[in-house]
């Protein structure tokens, strides 16, 4: 259950934190909110950068990520990984068992690829489902995501409102940096990642629906690459994301 006074806290303080660093909204967000907030962990680099950042602020942060069951094993690999480094109590959530199975029989393996309802359907299974059910519990969460990344995120907030799961905070620390401050503070610190990034992969999700880039695509192009990039989206992130 959601802490509406909380909530309304970190609301009134949002537009100072607007332009700060990613550190200092972090630790404004786990001072404020505590326990009530929790990290998103795609795996990807910017949640890489995240997880660093949080294990100064606070070693008994929360963290959650999905395991879709179409991982790519070098994200499986990744994972373990970070739950070495940082000691870290990851959350794995799963979708739920039997409604992969009524989708699969009816659709096959690989719908996804037959048309956009399809994709949308496997990912409201496979994610947004097991995301509703951890947030659920929380007042807050704690995302990578940058205006940089696509056309759909342009207007990403540091500290909003995410209207999509009950109206909880969504708190996107490195939503005004790019790419290269991404991977220069990766390299910097001697942080772990995802290997196919040396392979040419830009985003990961899951096996099938992600690919490398060519030279001169965006970020996420290589995420359901047969769809419109201006309006795809998994359903993770609705509203202004």
Same mark, same amino acid.
């Given at each position: 259950?959601?802490?509406?006074? /909380? %909530?309304?806290?970190?609301?009134?303080?949002? @537009?100072?934190?607007?332009?700060?660093?990613?550190?200092?909204?972090?630790?404004?967000? %786990?001072?404020? $909110?505590?326990? #009530?907030?929790?990290?998103?962990?795609? /795996?990807?680099?910017?949640?890489?950068?995240?997880?660093? $950042?949080?294990?100064?602020? #606070?070693?008994?942060?929360k963290s959650f990520t999905l395991d879709t069951g179409r991982?790519?094993?070098?994200?499986?690999?990744?994972? #373990?990984?970070?739950?070495? =480094?940082?000691?870290? #109590?990851?959350?794995? $959530?799963?979708?739920?068992?039997?409604?992969?199975?009524? $989708?699969?029989?009816?659709?096959? %393996?690989?719908?996804?690829?037959?048309?956009?309802?399809?994709?949308?359907?496997?990912?409201?299974?496979?994610?947004?489902?097991? /995301?509703?059910?951890?947030?659920?519990?929380?007042? @807050?969460?704690?995302? *990578?995501?940058?205006?940089?990344?696509?056309?759909?995120?342009?207007?990403?907030?540091? !500290?909003?409102?995410?209207?999509?799961?009950?109206?909880? %905070? =969504?708190?996107?620390?490195?939503?005004?940096?790019?790419?290269?401050?991404?991977?220069?503070? !990766?390299?910097?610190?001697? /942080?772990?990642?995802?290997?196919?990034?040396?392979?040419?992969?830009?985003?990961?999700?899951?096996?099938?629906?992600?690919?490398?880039?060519?030279? @001169?695509?965006?970020?996420?192009?290589?995420?359901?690459?047969?769809?419109n990039p201006d309006s795809k989206e998994c359903g993770l992130?609705? *509203? =202004?994301?």
């Open positions: 259950m959601a802490n509406a006074s /909380l %909530i309304q806290k970190v609301l009134a303080n949002a @537009g100072a934190y607007e332009d700060q660093p990613p550190e200092a909204v972090l630790a404004f967000v %786990i001072e404020t $909110m505590g326990r #009530d907030v929790v990290q998103a962990n795609s /795996l990807g680099p910017e949640d890489v950068v995240i997880t660093h $950042m949080l294990s100064a602020l #606070d070693s008994g942060f991982l790519n094993p070098e994200t499986y690999e990744l994972m #373990d990984r970070l739950k070495q =480094k940082y000691d870290l #109590d990851l959350k794995i $959530m799963f979708p739920d068992n039997k409604a992969v199975e009524v $989708m699969v029989k009816n659709k096959g %393996i690989n719908l996804f690829y037959d048309s956009i309802e399809n994709r949308q359907q496997c990912c409201q299974v496979r994610k947004i489902e097991p /995301l509703k059910r951890v947030l659920s519990e929380f007042s @807050g969460w704690i995302c *990578g995501l940058r205006r940089e990344q696509s056309p759909t995120r342009t207007q990403v907030a540091k !500290i909003e409102i995410d209207a999509g799961n009950g109206g909880i %905070i =969504k708190v996107n620390p490195l939503a005004d940096w790019t790419s290269v401050q991404v991977w220069n503070y !990766i390299k910097a610190n001697s /942080l772990p990642y995802n290997r196919l990034h040396d392979s040419g992969y830009a985003s990961i999700g899951c096996a099938p629906c992600t690919r490398a880039i060519k030279p @001169g695509e965006s970020e996420r192009s290589g995420r359901w690459w047969w769809e992130h609705g *509203g =202004k994301s």
